[in-house]
């Protein structure tokens, strides 16, 4: 009776290992309540889903909100030494 239980709870471990990697996966994680570890109700929908668009419309505008900053700071000149921002021949720093 104890080698059929175990051998129950490996299959279903493995169903549920298996599961994870699948198609299924971010629908089940997306439809996890919010009291059981899944995502607030405060999330912005992902792109793809319905009412993505509605959402990014209702987004305001970064440029205007910041009064023109990117167009400021693609001006500022770089400190000697250290490489032009757009160089790609050059690693900026992060992990990798």
């Not at 999330?43 to 990117?70: C, L, M, W």
């Amino acid at each position: 009776m104890i080698k059929r239980l175990l051998a129950a709870a490996m299959m279903l471990c493995f169903g549920l290992v298996l599961g994870s990697c699948g198609p299924v996966a971010g629908f089940v994680s997306d439809h996890v309540p919010h009291w059981a570890g899944g995502e607030p109700n405060d999330v912005p929908p992902r792109p793809g889903a319905p009412g993505y668009d509605e959402f990014i419309a209702h987004q305001p505008n970064k440029d205007s909100a910041t009064g023109g900053s990117a167009e400021k700071a693609n001006a500022q000149t770089t400190p000697s030494g250290n490489p032009a921002a757009g160089d790609k021949a050059v690693v900026q720093g992060g992990l990798y």
